[in-house]
Protein backbone atom coordinates (compact mmCIF):
# COMPACT_ATOMS: atom_id res chain seq x y z
CA UNK A 1 0.00 0.00 0.00
CA UNK A 2 0.94 3.34 -1.03
CA UNK A 3 0.35 7.07 0.46
CA UNK A 4 1.02 10.77 -0.35
CA UNK A 5 1.02 13.79 2.21
CA UNK A 6 2.44 16.45 0.50
CA UNK A 7 1.74 20.26 1.16
CA UNK A 8 1.66 21.70 -2.15
CA UNK A 9 1.08 25.38 -2.05
CA UNK A 10 -1.72 25.56 -3.94
CA UNK A 11 -3.06 23.07 -6.47
CA UNK A 12 -3.26 25.58 -9.14
CA UNK A 13 0.23 26.60 -8.98
CA UNK A 14 1.98 25.87 -12.31
CA UNK A 15 3.44 22.32 -12.51
CA UNK A 16 1.76 21.35 -9.20
CA UNK A 17 -0.58 19.26 -11.78
CA UNK A 18 1.76 17.51 -13.96
CA UNK A 19 4.24 16.65 -11.07
CA UNK A 20 0.84 15.57 -9.01
CA UNK A 21 0.27 13.30 -11.79
CA UNK A 22 3.43 11.65 -12.49
CA UNK A 23 3.15 10.77 -8.80
CA UNK A 24 0.19 9.28 -8.83
CA UNK A 25 1.14 7.68 -12.31
CA UNK A 26 4.35 6.15 -10.57
CA UNK A 27 3.34 5.25 -7.03
CA UNK A 28 -0.36 4.32 -7.49
CA UNK A 29 -1.38 5.46 -4.44
CA UNK A 30 -4.18 3.86 -2.22
CA UNK A 31 -4.52 7.55 -0.46
CA UNK A 32 -3.23 10.88 -1.21
CA UNK A 33 -4.14 13.62 1.28
CA UNK A 34 -2.99 17.54 0.38
CA UNK A 35 -3.16 20.57 2.25
CA UNK A 36 -2.90 24.46 1.57
CA UNK A 37 -4.57 24.06 -2.06
CA UNK A 38 -5.69 27.81 -1.56
CA UNK A 39 -8.38 27.17 -3.28
CA UNK A 40 -12.20 27.80 -2.58
CA UNK A 41 -13.94 24.86 -4.71
CA UNK A 42 -11.93 22.04 -6.41
CA UNK A 43 -13.76 21.58 -10.05
CA UNK A 44 -13.93 18.71 -11.93
CA UNK A 45 -11.85 20.38 -14.57
CA UNK A 46 -9.10 20.57 -11.82
CA UNK A 47 -9.37 16.89 -10.58
CA UNK A 48 -9.00 15.89 -14.42
CA UNK A 49 -5.24 17.44 -14.70
CA UNK A 50 -4.05 14.72 -12.70
CA UNK A 51 -6.70 12.05 -12.31
CA UNK A 52 -7.75 12.02 -16.01
CA UNK A 53 -8.66 8.16 -15.51
CA UNK A 54 -11.12 9.13 -12.34
CA UNK A 55 -9.77 6.31 -10.73
CA UNK A 56 -9.82 8.72 -7.39
CA UNK A 57 -12.79 9.71 -5.01
CA UNK A 58 -12.18 13.65 -3.90
CA UNK A 59 -13.15 15.25 -0.84
CA UNK A 60 -12.55 18.53 0.11
CA UNK A 61 -12.55 21.28 2.61
CA UNK A 62 -12.52 24.70 1.07
CA UNK A 63 -9.60 27.38 1.96
CA UNK A 64 -10.32 30.25 3.68
CA UNK A 65 -9.59 33.54 1.77
CA UNK A 66 -6.12 32.65 0.62
CA UNK A 67 -4.67 30.04 3.65
CA UNK A 68 -5.55 26.78 4.08
CA UNK A 69 -7.55 23.93 2.59
CA UNK A 70 -7.10 20.08 2.23
CA UNK A 71 -8.01 17.79 -0.28
CA UNK A 72 -7.80 14.42 0.09
CA UNK A 73 -8.53 11.82 -2.42
CA UNK A 74 -9.04 7.87 -1.88
CA UNK A 75 -8.40 4.86 -4.55
CA UNK A 76 -11.81 3.50 -5.24
CA UNK A 77 -10.16 0.29 -7.21
CA UNK A 78 -8.46 -0.63 -4.05
CA UNK A 79 -10.71 1.08 -1.32
CA UNK A 80 -14.26 1.80 -0.64
CA UNK A 81 -14.88 4.89 1.39
CA UNK A 82 -17.63 4.47 3.90
CA UNK A 83 -18.48 7.55 5.77
CA UNK A 84 -16.23 11.10 5.95
CA UNK A 85 -16.03 13.92 8.10
CA UNK A 86 -15.26 17.68 8.14
CA UNK A 87 -13.80 19.60 10.37
CA UNK A 88 -12.20 23.16 10.71
CA UNK A 89 -8.64 21.61 10.48
CA UNK A 90 -9.59 17.99 8.61
CA UNK A 91 -11.14 15.70 7.15
CA UNK A 92 -11.56 12.34 8.00
CA UNK A 93 -12.64 9.39 5.59
CA UNK A 94 -13.65 5.93 6.95
CA UNK A 95 -12.00 3.56 4.50
CA UNK A 96 -12.68 -0.36 3.80
CA UNK A 97 -9.25 -1.81 2.38
CA UNK A 98 -10.68 -4.29 -0.37
CA UNK A 99 -7.76 -6.22 -0.55
CA UNK A 100 -6.94 -6.66 3.53
CA UNK A 101 -11.32 -6.52 4.05
CA UNK A 102 -10.27 -4.45 7.05
CA UNK A 103 -11.71 -1.30 7.98
CA UNK A 104 -9.41 2.06 8.96
CA UNK A 105 -9.63 6.28 8.72
CA UNK A 106 -7.45 8.77 7.63
CA UNK A 107 -7.49 11.92 8.63
CA UNK A 108 -5.97 14.85 6.53
CA UNK A 109 -5.04 17.43 8.56
CA UNK A 110 -3.77 21.57 8.18
CA UNK A 111 -2.40 22.01 11.12
CA UNK A 112 -3.14 26.30 12.08
CA UNK A 113 -0.50 28.54 10.99
CA UNK A 114 -1.06 31.12 13.92
CA UNK A 115 0.07 30.67 17.28
CA UNK A 116 -3.31 31.72 18.49
CA UNK A 117 -5.50 29.04 16.83
CA UNK A 118 -3.33 26.05 17.94
CA UNK A 119 -4.95 25.13 21.11
CA UNK A 120 -8.31 25.03 18.67
CA UNK A 121 -6.57 23.19 16.11
CA UNK A 122 -5.21 20.59 18.92
CA UNK A 123 -8.25 20.38 20.47
CA UNK A 124 -10.40 19.37 17.39
CA UNK A 125 -7.01 16.76 16.63
CA UNK A 126 -7.67 14.77 20.00
CA UNK A 127 -11.90 15.12 19.42
CA UNK A 128 -11.17 13.46 15.97
CA UNK A 129 -8.85 10.72 17.34
CA UNK A 130 -10.94 9.98 20.03
CA UNK A 131 -14.14 9.85 18.27
CA UNK A 132 -12.60 7.50 15.43
CA UNK A 133 -13.45 3.78 16.20
CA UNK A 134 -10.89 2.03 13.88
CA UNK A 135 -7.27 2.18 13.17
CA UNK A 136 -6.39 5.67 12.34
CA UNK A 137 -3.82 6.80 10.60
CA UNK A 138 -3.09 10.87 10.67
CA UNK A 139 -1.53 12.98 7.99
CA UNK A 140 -0.22 16.00 6.93
CA UNK A 141 1.04 19.33 7.73
CA UNK A 142 0.59 20.03 11.43
CA UNK A 143 2.72 23.27 12.09
CA UNK A 144 3.61 22.25 15.17
CA UNK A 145 7.37 21.24 16.10
CA UNK A 146 7.50 18.46 18.36
CA UNK A 147 11.33 18.64 19.67
CA UNK A 148 13.44 21.31 19.83
CA UNK A 149 15.58 19.45 16.87
CA UNK A 150 13.06 19.61 14.73
CA UNK A 151 14.18 23.33 13.53
CA UNK A 152 17.19 24.37 12.49
CA UNK A 153 18.15 28.24 12.18
CA UNK A 154 21.33 28.18 10.96
CA UNK A 155 21.68 31.35 13.85
CA UNK A 156 24.21 29.02 15.75
CA UNK A 157 26.48 28.79 12.62
CA UNK A 158 26.62 32.44 12.01
CA UNK A 159 27.68 33.09 15.93
CA UNK A 160 30.24 29.73 15.40
CA UNK A 161 31.76 31.81 12.48
CA UNK A 162 31.84 35.10 14.09
CA UNK A 163 33.61 33.77 17.13
CA UNK A 164 35.91 31.83 14.34
CA UNK A 165 36.57 34.88 12.23
CA UNK A 166 36.86 36.63 15.76
CA UNK A 167 38.79 34.44 17.34
CA UNK A 168 41.55 34.10 13.68
CA UNK A 169 42.15 37.57 13.96
CA UNK A 170 42.93 37.67 17.86
CA UNK A 171 45.53 35.43 16.76
CA UNK A 172 47.22 37.66 14.43
CA UNK B 1 2.93 7.05 17.43
CA UNK B 2 4.66 8.91 14.79
CA UNK B 3 5.76 6.72 11.49
CA UNK B 4 9.35 6.73 11.52
CA UNK B 5 11.06 9.08 8.27
CA UNK B 6 14.06 8.19 6.41
CA UNK B 7 15.80 10.31 4.53
CA UNK B 8 16.63 13.25 6.35
CA UNK B 9 14.72 15.49 9.11
CA UNK B 10 12.80 18.10 8.25
CA UNK B 11 10.03 18.86 5.61
CA UNK B 12 10.25 22.19 5.41
CA UNK B 13 12.36 25.17 4.13
CA UNK B 14 12.03 29.13 3.41
CA UNK B 15 14.30 28.97 1.23
CA UNK B 16 16.31 31.98 2.24
CA UNK B 17 19.86 31.63 1.72
CA UNK B 18 20.37 30.85 5.64
CA UNK B 19 17.60 28.53 5.55
CA UNK B 20 15.56 27.99 8.09
CA UNK B 21 14.67 23.84 8.04
CA UNK B 22 11.29 22.44 10.14
CA UNK B 23 9.76 19.30 10.16
CA UNK B 24 6.33 20.39 9.79
CA UNK B 25 4.93 17.71 7.93
CA UNK B 26 4.34 14.20 9.50
CA UNK B 27 2.17 10.85 10.01
CA UNK B 28 1.34 9.37 13.30
CA UNK B 29 -1.24 6.42 13.54
CA UNK B 30 -2.37 4.08 16.09
CA UNK B 31 -0.96 1.21 17.34
CA UNK B 32 -3.75 -0.76 15.72
CA UNK B 33 -3.22 0.96 12.33
CA UNK B 34 0.52 -0.27 12.95
CA UNK B 35 -0.75 -3.58 13.13
CA UNK B 36 -2.85 -3.36 9.66
CA UNK B 37 0.03 -2.30 8.24
CA UNK B 38 3.43 -3.40 9.98
CA UNK B 39 5.89 -2.68 7.31
CA UNK B 40 5.48 0.91 6.34
CA UNK B 41 7.51 2.93 6.04
CA UNK B 42 7.78 7.12 5.15
CA UNK B 43 10.21 8.40 2.63
CA UNK B 44 10.55 11.88 1.51
CA UNK B 45 10.60 13.67 -2.25
CA UNK B 46 12.39 16.50 -2.42
CA UNK B 47 11.08 19.81 -2.63
CA UNK B 48 10.34 21.03 -5.81
CA UNK B 49 7.38 22.57 -6.67
CA UNK B 50 6.54 23.72 -3.19
CA UNK B 51 9.00 24.26 -0.17
CA UNK B 52 7.52 21.59 1.79
CA UNK B 53 8.58 17.59 0.95
CA UNK B 54 5.89 15.33 -0.08
CA UNK B 55 5.91 12.24 2.26
CA UNK B 56 5.12 8.66 0.93
CA UNK B 57 4.23 6.17 2.87
CA UNK B 58 4.98 2.88 1.82
CA UNK B 59 4.18 -1.04 2.87
CA UNK B 60 6.11 -2.59 0.20
CA UNK B 61 9.82 -1.69 -0.90
CA UNK B 62 9.15 -2.99 -4.61
CA UNK B 63 6.43 -2.39 -6.88
CA UNK B 64 6.18 -4.90 -9.79
CA UNK B 65 6.94 -3.84 -13.21
CA UNK B 66 3.88 -3.62 -15.43
CA UNK B 67 4.33 -4.99 -19.16
CA UNK B 68 5.14 -3.03 -21.95
CA UNK B 69 4.01 -3.35 -25.16
CA UNK B 70 4.37 -1.01 -28.56
CA UNK B 71 2.06 1.84 -29.43
CA UNK B 72 3.24 5.09 -31.67
CA UNK B 73 3.19 7.62 -29.69
CA UNK B 74 2.38 11.00 -31.07
CA UNK B 75 4.91 12.69 -30.00
CA UNK B 76 8.10 11.10 -31.71
CA UNK B 77 7.08 13.14 -34.35
CA UNK B 78 8.78 15.86 -32.45
CA UNK B 79 11.86 14.37 -32.11
CA UNK B 80 14.55 15.36 -34.44
CA UNK B 81 16.17 11.57 -35.32
CA UNK B 82 12.88 10.00 -35.46
CA UNK B 83 11.91 10.87 -39.36
CA UNK B 84 15.62 10.12 -40.91
CA UNK B 85 15.52 6.86 -38.98
CA UNK B 86 12.50 5.88 -39.77
CA UNK B 87 13.34 6.54 -43.27
CA UNK B 88 16.39 4.51 -43.00
CA UNK B 89 14.75 1.93 -41.99
CA UNK B 90 11.80 2.38 -44.57
CA UNK B 91 14.42 2.32 -47.46
CA UNK B 92 16.27 -0.50 -47.06
CA UNK B 93 16.54 -3.09 -49.44
CA UNK B 94 13.92 -5.65 -48.65
CA UNK B 95 13.46 -8.98 -51.03
CA UNK B 96 10.17 -10.20 -50.78
CA UNK B 97 8.27 -11.59 -53.54
CA UNK B 98 4.97 -9.92 -53.16
CA UNK B 99 4.43 -6.24 -51.93
CA UNK B 100 1.84 -7.63 -49.03
CA UNK B 101 4.98 -9.48 -47.70
CA UNK B 102 7.65 -6.32 -48.17
CA UNK B 103 5.16 -3.87 -46.35
CA UNK B 104 4.54 -6.41 -43.24
CA UNK B 105 8.68 -7.09 -43.39
CA UNK B 106 8.97 -3.21 -43.31
CA UNK B 107 6.16 -2.51 -40.93
CA UNK B 108 8.27 -5.39 -38.83
CA UNK B 109 11.41 -3.95 -38.42
CA UNK B 110 9.71 -0.58 -37.87
CA UNK B 111 8.33 -1.81 -34.58
CA UNK B 112 11.87 -3.53 -33.93
CA UNK B 113 13.57 -0.30 -34.08
CA UNK B 114 11.06 1.94 -32.12
CA UNK B 115 10.01 -0.12 -29.65
CA UNK B 116 13.49 -0.33 -28.29
CA UNK B 117 13.90 3.43 -29.26
CA UNK B 118 10.81 4.46 -27.45
CA UNK B 119 11.46 2.63 -24.57
CA UNK B 120 15.23 4.42 -24.63
CA UNK B 121 13.45 7.82 -25.05
CA UNK B 122 11.66 7.44 -22.22
CA UNK B 123 13.95 5.48 -20.01
CA UNK B 124 16.02 8.59 -20.78
CA UNK B 125 13.70 10.99 -19.19
CA UNK B 126 12.75 9.33 -16.17
CA UNK B 127 17.01 8.69 -15.56
CA UNK B 128 17.64 12.54 -15.97
CA UNK B 129 14.33 13.05 -13.72
CA UNK B 130 15.45 10.60 -10.96
CA UNK B 131 19.27 12.18 -11.29
CA UNK B 132 18.03 15.53 -10.79
CA UNK B 133 15.91 14.21 -8.27
CA UNK B 134 18.77 12.44 -5.97
CA UNK B 135 20.56 15.16 -6.38
CA UNK B 136 18.90 17.48 -5.07
CA UNK B 137 17.83 14.80 -1.83
CA UNK B 138 21.83 15.17 -1.48
CA UNK B 139 21.81 19.09 -1.22
CA UNK B 140 18.80 18.98 1.06
CA UNK B 141 20.72 17.00 3.11
CA UNK B 142 23.64 18.78 3.36
CA UNK B 143 21.59 21.74 4.05
CA UNK B 144 20.03 19.62 7.26
CA UNK B 145 23.57 19.21 8.29
CA UNK B 146 25.67 22.99 7.91
CA UNK B 147 24.82 25.37 4.73
CA UNK B 148 25.25 25.08 1.42
CA UNK B 149 28.10 27.01 -0.63
CA UNK B 150 27.38 29.67 -3.32
CA UNK B 151 27.91 26.69 -5.75
CA UNK B 152 25.82 24.35 -4.26
CA UNK B 153 22.96 26.52 -3.77
CA UNK B 154 22.77 28.10 -7.63
CA UNK B 155 23.20 24.02 -8.66
CA UNK B 156 20.42 23.78 -6.09
CA UNK B 157 17.94 26.67 -8.02
CA UNK B 158 19.26 25.74 -11.84
CA UNK B 159 18.01 22.26 -11.22
CA UNK B 160 14.77 23.33 -9.15
CA UNK B 161 14.62 25.06 -12.73
CA UNK B 162 15.10 22.28 -14.82
CA UNK B 163 12.59 20.34 -13.24
CA UNK B 164 10.00 23.14 -13.50
CA UNK B 165 10.83 23.49 -16.95
CA UNK B 166 10.10 19.71 -17.95
CA UNK B 167 7.21 19.92 -15.50
CA UNK B 168 5.92 23.25 -17.67
CA UNK B 169 6.82 21.76 -21.07
CA UNK B 170 4.86 18.46 -20.40
CA UNK B 171 1.60 20.72 -19.25
CA UNK B 172 2.20 21.88 -23.32
CA UNK B 173 2.05 18.83 -24.21
CA UNK B 174 -1.28 17.67 -23.10
CA UNK B 175 -2.67 20.65 -23.33
CA UNK B 176 -1.65 20.42 -27.46
CA UNK B 177 -2.52 16.49 -27.59
CA UNK B 178 -5.73 17.54 -26.15
CA UNK B 179 -6.71 19.36 -29.20
CA UNK B 180 -7.33 16.55 -30.83
CA UNK B 181 -10.89 15.27 -30.03
CA UNK B 182 -10.02 11.72 -29.86
CA UNK B 183 -7.02 12.04 -28.17
CA UNK B 184 -8.31 14.59 -25.40
CA UNK B 185 -12.23 12.43 -25.27
CA UNK B 186 -9.93 9.35 -25.33
CA UNK B 187 -7.17 10.42 -22.49
CA UNK B 188 -9.70 11.88 -20.35
CA UNK B 189 -12.10 8.62 -20.31
CA UNK B 190 -15.09 10.08 -20.67
CA UNK B 191 -18.55 8.55 -22.09
CA UNK B 192 -17.22 9.13 -25.51
CA UNK B 193 -13.88 6.88 -24.83
CA UNK B 194 -16.16 4.24 -22.90
CA UNK B 195 -18.59 4.10 -25.52
CA UNK B 196 -16.20 3.30 -28.30
CA UNK B 197 -14.31 0.79 -26.52
CA UNK B 198 -18.00 -1.19 -25.21
CA UNK B 199 -18.61 -1.10 -29.27
CA UNK B 200 -15.46 -2.95 -29.61
CA UNK B 201 -15.96 -5.19 -26.51
CA UNK B 202 -19.39 -5.77 -27.91
CA UNK B 203 -18.07 -6.48 -31.58
CA UNK B 204 -15.56 -9.40 -29.87
CA UNK B 205 -17.94 -10.90 -28.14
CA UNK B 206 -19.15 -14.26 -29.10
CA UNK B 207 -22.69 -14.42 -27.64
CA UNK B 208 -23.95 -17.54 -29.51
CA UNK B 209 -22.30 -19.94 -32.27
CA UNK B 210 -24.09 -22.51 -34.71
CA UNK B 211 -23.01 -26.05 -35.25
CA UNK B 212 -24.90 -27.63 -37.94
CA UNK B 213 -28.60 -26.97 -36.93
CA UNK B 214 -28.05 -26.37 -33.18
CA UNK B 215 -27.45 -23.13 -31.72
CA UNK B 216 -24.77 -23.31 -28.52
CA UNK B 217 -25.15 -20.83 -26.26
CA UNK B 218 -23.77 -19.54 -22.77
CA UNK B 219 -20.24 -19.35 -21.95
CA UNK B 220 -19.54 -22.56 -20.50
CA UNK B 221 -20.76 -24.32 -23.24
CA UNK B 222 -19.34 -22.43 -26.05
CA UNK B 223 -15.88 -22.98 -24.23
CA UNK B 224 -16.27 -26.56 -24.20
CA UNK B 225 -17.47 -26.51 -28.08
CA UNK B 226 -14.69 -24.83 -28.84
CA UNK B 227 -11.97 -26.59 -27.35
CA UNK B 228 -14.06 -29.66 -28.58
CA UNK B 229 -13.14 -28.37 -32.64
CA UNK B 230 -10.00 -27.51 -32.04
CA UNK B 231 -9.17 -30.93 -30.12
CA UNK B 232 -10.73 -32.39 -33.57
CA UNK B 233 -8.92 -30.22 -35.93
CA UNK B 234 -5.49 -30.47 -34.09
CA UNK B 235 -5.49 -33.88 -31.76
CA UNK B 236 -4.85 -37.06 -32.92
CA UNK B 237 -7.68 -38.63 -35.09
CA UNK B 238 -9.00 -41.74 -33.43
CA UNK B 239 -8.25 -45.12 -35.20
CA UNK B 240 -5.61 -43.28 -36.94
CA UNK B 241 -2.60 -43.87 -34.58
CA UNK B 242 0.51 -45.08 -35.83
CA UNK B 243 2.69 -46.18 -32.69
CA UNK B 244 6.71 -46.08 -32.86
CA UNK B 245 8.20 -49.37 -32.62
CA UNK B 246 10.53 -48.79 -30.17
CA UNK B 247 13.39 -50.81 -31.47
CA UNK B 248 13.36 -47.94 -33.81
CA UNK B 249 16.90 -46.25 -32.21
CA UNK B 250 19.69 -48.14 -31.11
CA UNK B 251 20.42 -48.08 -27.10
CA UNK B 252 23.06 -45.81 -28.06
CA UNK B 253 20.61 -42.89 -30.02
CA UNK B 254 18.27 -42.74 -27.09
CA UNK B 255 18.60 -39.91 -24.39
CA UNK B 256 19.66 -40.91 -21.38
CA UNK B 257 19.65 -39.80 -18.06
CA UNK B 258 23.02 -38.09 -17.77
CA UNK B 259 21.78 -35.73 -21.10
CA UNK B 260 18.89 -35.18 -19.45
CA UNK B 261 20.29 -33.10 -16.25
Redesign the interface.
Known amino acids: ?9 GVR ?7 LR ?2 ILE ?2 FHFIGLQETIVGDITERML ?1 NFD ?3 HYLWKWIPARGRSGGILSGINTDKMDVGSFCEGKYMLQMDLW ?1 KS ?1 K ?1 K ?1 NFLNVY ?1 AAQEENKDEFLAELANF ?1 NR ?1 Q ?13 FA ?6 LV ?2 NTQICSTISFLLNI | M ?1 LYMTGG ?2 T ?1 SNNRE ?13 K ?2 E ?3 PT ?1 LVYK ?1 PR ?13 IN ?1 PLKKLSFRFELAWLKESDFIPTMQEIWEKPCYASTPLDRIQIKLKRFEQHFKGWGFNKQGLQRKERINIQNELLDLEKLE ?1 E ?2 LSLDQMSRKSQLLHHL ?1 KS ?2 M ?2 LY ?1 AKRSQTKWLLEG ?3 TEFFHRVANGRKRRNTIISLEAGDTIIEGDANLLSHATEYYKNLFGPASGNSFPINPELWNSWEKVNDNDNL
Open positions: MKGLIWNCRKTGVSSYNLHQEPYKDLKWGCSEPLLVGGDFNIIRSEKIITFI | EKFWIPTLEKLDRILVHSWQLFALEVSDHNPLILSTQTESYMNEEEWDSN
